[in-house]
């Protein structure tokens, strides 16, 4: 893939000045991420900005404990470290969920586009929606939600926001373990995979080979506000 078309794919790149585009084209470089090893990790130095231009990246931290707490999942066009923009230490680990396209824009040209206006303010906005989607995840994460509706939120909202269609229902693209969904959550892996077990029982998933399909995802949202 040209670097022209990885632009076209990035929303901050793609309302950027010509500028701004052909100084990409000149310093950027795409590469292929492969699924599993770290793009960074947290309180590494980085001197690069990732966009995601094909494929899947959750961002992670460790806390106290050394326990593993999954925060994001982006998908085709995000930018994943802005935060850099303030001091390039990391402050989260990054992992392909699958192989992942990558655009890589070296700091010190990406702090040169940070002059324009126009630019900086999507950068701002790109940092604002992970603030809100934080927001949103703190208060699915409370203790007085119940774990199961907790898994079935967080189902809810892989197929919503990366699912694709299928005669049998909405596919979540990538592989989602019990672990990996225990860690979205700060829950044991015994009871999450207990929960996942009585979801299938129930046929509010299919959840074969580490892939989970959404038969209803009306049926799911329906599960989710009712009442104890």
């Known amino acids: 893939m040209e670097i022209s078309e990885a632009i076209q794919k990035c929303t901050i790149l793609k309302n950027a000045s010509e500028t701004i585009k052909e100084s990409v084209q000149k ?14 990790r947290e309180r590494e130095r980085v001197d690069t900005l990732y966009f995601i231009v094909e494929g899947y990246v959750v961002l992670y931290r460790h806390n106290h404990r050394g326990d593993r707490k999954n925060i994001f999942i982006y998908t085709d066009g995000a930018l994943l470290n802005e935060v850099i923009v303030e001091k390039p230490i990391a402050s989260i680990s990054a992992e392909p969920l699958c192989d992942t396209l990558m655009l890589k824009i070296p700091r010190k040209y990406f702090m040169d586009y940070m002059e324009d206006a126009a630019f900086s303010r999507e950068v701002v906005y790109s940092s604002t929606k992970k603030i809100r989607k934080m927001y949103h995840q703190l208060a699915n994460t409370s203790n007085s939600f119940r774990l199961e509706k907790q898994i079935i939120a967080k189902v809810w909202k892989l197929a919503r926001d ?5 005669p049998s229902g909405i596919q979540i693209p990538f592989k989602v373990t019990i672990t990996f969904l225990a860690d979205m959550l700060g829950a044991k892996r015994e009871s999450v ?5 009585h979801l299938k029982k129930s046929n509010l998933i299919e959840y074969q080979e580490k892939l989970i399909l ?8 329906k599960k989710i506000h009712e009442k104890e």
Not at 27 to 34: D, P, S, T
Not at 162 to 166: A, F, L, Q, R
């Open 27 to 40: 310093n950027g470089q795409i590469v292929l991420q492969e699924k599993g090893v770290p793009i960074f």
């Open 162 to 166: 990366y699912g694709i269609e299928t």
């Open 193 to 197: 995979s207990r929960v996942m077990g």
């Open 214 to 221: 959404v038969p209803d995802i009306d049926k799911l949202l």
